[in-house]
């Protein structure tokens, strides 16, 4: 059995043991490799526990071959590509990637598919094959090829800004093309508006952190009442489909720093415009938390320092808000709870969430 399994079954079983093992497992890191080191190794992405973020391998070596007889595909070989993805993820005869959805909920599945396979002008893998679940293979997943290149996270801090620059200027005219795609066309349905949707989104997260007695009694009624107030200041915001986790490792580029493509797709979601507007001040803030293991050491707020204001200049839709700091402070709130649920034994989410319920 796989230690990320066996932490699994271990929360799922007795929520105390599995944070005990955790406290256990901080004191040893602390020890070996520094006080300051664990608590610092959130991340949203590529992270130091993708031992425990990426799934295991599920898919069979019979399951494969079967996929690649199903698409008329011939297979050779096959890697799993275990950073970065929430995802199982295998390289497919070195030219393919199949990406396996580890969720029941098919939405995701169909947005990626439907995104893929669109012949909108995006910069985006094309889509080869899919498939929805079915007795053989219990989840859906796409085939697309593989994009040669470099995470721009990793690339970042060699770039000049002038080639900075151009990057955000052609990651912002495929948000902007996004935006404009008919949400039915891409498997998205309405589900009310923009300020429901944040407070039901606030309140589901906090009910499964009380269920975990992750949140106190007080702590939880505070959240809710800084959620359900603040959030009036959403009340006329129309939502759309928006492509919201822009951190740099969901972007593709080559080493003249020209981009190749956007990945994880099923992060277009029907947001309000301003949503990805969290993830580039946690950027700027703490360039250190989108960036894996070994490109830490390049982590340079000075690098980020210009990003809001090349995004204001070439995706201006995302600032034309009132309000916007207290609207990005309740996204960084959803954001700080929905960290919560998983890593609940890191000490600074609590402090950031203090934060954001002050004022």
């Not at 130091?48 to 399951?63: F, G, R, V």
């Not at 070195?94 to 910069?123: G, H």
Request: hydrophobic share 40%; aromatic share 10%; charged share 30%.
């Amino acid at each position: 059995m796989s230690p990320s399994l066996l932490l699994s079954l271990i929360r799922a079983s007795n929520t105390v043991v599995y944070h005990a093992i955790i406290v256990c497992f901080e004191a040893l890191w602390s020890h070996c490799f520094g006080s300051d080191s664990f608590g610092q190794r959130v991340r949203c992405s590529n992270c130091w526990y993708s031992l425990l973020m990426n799934p295991d391998t599920k898919l069979t070596i019979e399951q494969l071959k079967y996929i690649c007889s199903r698409h008329n595909i011939p297979y050779h070989s096959h890697e799993r590509v275990t950073v970065g993805f929430s995802h199982e993820v295998h390289r497919l005869n070195d030219d393919l990637i199949i990406k396996l959805f580890n969720t029941k909920d098919l939405r995701r599945f169909q947005t990626e598919r439907a995104l893929l396979a669109s012949e909108q002008p995006i910069r985006k893998p094309k889509l080869i094959a899919s498939a929805e679940p079915d007795v053989i293979v219990d989840r859906g997943y796409v085939i697309m090829p593989y994009i040669p290149g470099l995470s721009l996270g990793s690339y970042w801090h060699r770039a000049s800004d002038e080639q900075r620059e151009k990057l955000i200027e052609e990651i912002s005219q495929s948000l902007k093309i996004i935006n404009k795609i008919k949400p039915s066309d891409i498997a998205l349905e309405p589900g009310g508006s923009w300020r429901d949707l944040v407070v039901k989104r606030g309140e589901d997260l906090v009910a499964k952190l009380q269920a975990t007695h992750t949140l106190d009694r007080d702590t939880a009624e505070t959240t809710l009442r800084v959620l359900r107030g603040k959030s009036q200041i959403l009340d006329g915001t129309g939502v759309l489909p928006v492509y919201w986790d822009i951190h740099f490792d969901n972007f593709i580029v080559s080493e003249r720093f020209e981009l190749q493509a956007l990945i994880d797709l099923e992060n277009v979601e029907l947001a309000s415009l301003d949503y990805p507007l969290f993830v580039v001040q946690k950027q700027m803030d703490e360039p250190e938390k989108y960036l894996r293991e070994e490109d830490e050491k390049y982590a340079d707020k000075e690098d980020y320092a210009k990003l809001k204001d090349w995004y204001r200049k070439y995706c201006p839709e995302m600032f034309a808000f009132d309000d916007l700091e207290v609207r990005v402070r309740l996204y960084q709130l959803l954001d700080t709870l929905h960290l919560l649920v998983d890593w609940s034994h890191v000490k600074s989410l609590y402090t950031k969430l203090d934060e954001l319920l002050v004022g």
